[in-house]
């Protein structure tokens, strides 16, 4: 049956063909040309959109970079994006790399009288692309690589990102019922996934407190249902997932398969078309590999907004998250504001600002067995990128950035009292 699911994901992003009937006020009409869309019109046409990963929900006012097109009954769009990176960082855990951190998500969408059907499919060849299953980022901590916890590190994406579908029905003017599901996808848990927010401008690197706010947007065996009720660009859903709880593994060729061992709910709110906003809690079972009796109590709060002034594009995202471990004390939390300003679709600047805990697993072998808080992070990045290239469906800009790390003092030891890391970034994007 998985095999099967599969194979109907991928035959049906490649080969199906059709006509999107303007229902459910979609923005998007038939004769549309490839690379637009807009800004979402309403509160349900922008849950329709379905251009964030899983089920994420965006300021309705951002209208993210892609192509399109009508072939019959269905709406083809394409968006993705790869950066080329050379990191390097100081201190006595500083190393240096080129890599690249990149993906791909083709999409389908038919609109019927009273309904919508997505088909989704998200890739990477970080697995390639990435050289020792990890780039470097300092204080950065979280699954393995080589039967060791990664240290100092972040892993690469896996190969199959997302392959799901949606299905949206409406019950009424005012609320729509969803369905989402797939072997490999985002459950209701966390904000926008970082590789998909607008707001981290050209940043290739993963924010510190990525296993306390949004890993799970790889997840296995994936299951969400929600309710969604609004009235113009003003709206409120809630949603439900049951998916397995363990990360990915080290082979990030492959798809996992598991039983539905977790679960989570969220609660999103658009109090306006620029911003939107969610709470959610997930117990996730077993997450970490190194920790394989611990269960995770996780909770993330998050605010998104847009806004767009002439040819100028300001984005920012602030989030909060936390992961209790069950049955003991340790209570890990992590903040995040990060905000991205682009000038005319020709220069971006960007900004991150982290305050994260970390554990005892940075220690590496002389790592207490049992994983406790040993510390609080910040990181302090902010980068500049210039467009060098563009044709009518897709962009190049070419930048640089840098993070200044403040370092508690039970870590300096081992990371010198101020490690700086910078990059140097070609980023290429679909769409504009």
């Known amino acids: 049956m998985r095999l099967f699911c599969i ?59 892609m192509v399109m097109r009508m072939s019959g009954n269905w709406m083809q769009m ?25 993906w791909a998500m083709p999409m389908l969408q038919r609109s019927y009288e009273h309904s919508e059907l997505t088909l989704r499919a998200m890739f990477s060849l970080e697995p390639a692309t ?8 300092l204080f950065q901590q979280g699954e393995t690589a ?24 409406k019950a009424g003017s005012h609320t729509l019922l969803s369905l989402y599901g797939g072997p490999v996808g985002d459950p209701a848990l966390g904000p926008e996934a ?16 990525h296993h306390m706010q949004d890993s799970t947007h790889i997840a296995w065996d994936v299951l969400t249902g929600g309710i969604a009720i609004g009235s113009g660009s003003r709206g409120i859903r809630i949603e439900a997932s049951g998916f397995h709880g363990r990360e990915p593994g080290e ?9 539905l061992d977790s679960w989570s709910t969220r609660l999103s709110i658009a109090p306006h078309r620029d911003w939107a906003a969610q709470y959610s809690v997930g117990h996730l079972h077993s997450p970490e590999a190194v920790h394989p009796d611990e269960d995770v ?26 992961n209790h471990t069950i049955g003991t004390p340790t209570n890990e939390n992590s903040y995040l504001l990060e905000g991205a300003l682009s000038l005319r679709a020709k220069q971006t600047i960007w900004m991150r600002i982290e305050n994260a805990d970390r554990t005892s697993d940075l220690l590496g072998a002389d790592a207490p067995s049992e994983e406790t808080v040993i510390g609080r992070v910040q990181a302090y990045t902010g980068g500049y990128a210039h467009s060098i290239w563009h044709n009518h469906w897709s962009a190049a800009e070419l930048g640089a950035q840098g993070t200044a790390y403040g370092v508690p003092s039970s870590l300096t030891p081992i990371y010198s009292a101020h490690p700086f890391g910078v990059a140097a970034v070609l980023h290429w994007r679909i769409g504009h």
Request: aromatic residues 8%.
């Open 7 to 65: 194979a109907a994901l991928l035959a049906a992003s490649v080969c199906v063909q059709g006509q999107n009937q303007d229902q459910m006020g979609m923005s998007m009409p038939m004769n549309m040309p490839m690379n637009m869309g807009g800004p979402a019109k309403s509160f349900t046409e922008n849950l329709l959109r379905r251009n964030a990963a899983g089920t994420d929900l965006e300021p309705a006012s951002y209208s993210p970079p």
């Open 78 to 102: 394409l968006h993705g994006e790869v950066s080329v990176v050379e990191q390097q960082q100081t201190g006595p855990r500083g190393h240096d790399k080129l890599f690249s951190v990149n």
């Open 130 to 137: 990435i050289s020792g299953r990890y780039y470097p980022e």
């Open 146 to 169: 080589f039967g060791k916890p990664i240290v100092d590190g972040q892993h690469p994406h896996n190969l199959f990102m997302e392959l799901a579908a949606l299905y949206d029905a």
């Open 194 to 209: 970082y590789p998909h927010r607008a707001s981290i401008g050209d940043n290739p690197l993963a924010p510190l407190g």
């Open 251 to 259: 082979n990030r060729w492959t798809i996992y398969q598991g039983a």
């Open 297 to 322: 109590l996780r909770q993330t709060a998050s605010i998104a907004w847009h806004h767009t002034l002439g040819q100028n594009n300001l984005n920012a995202t602030a989030v909060w998250g936390r």
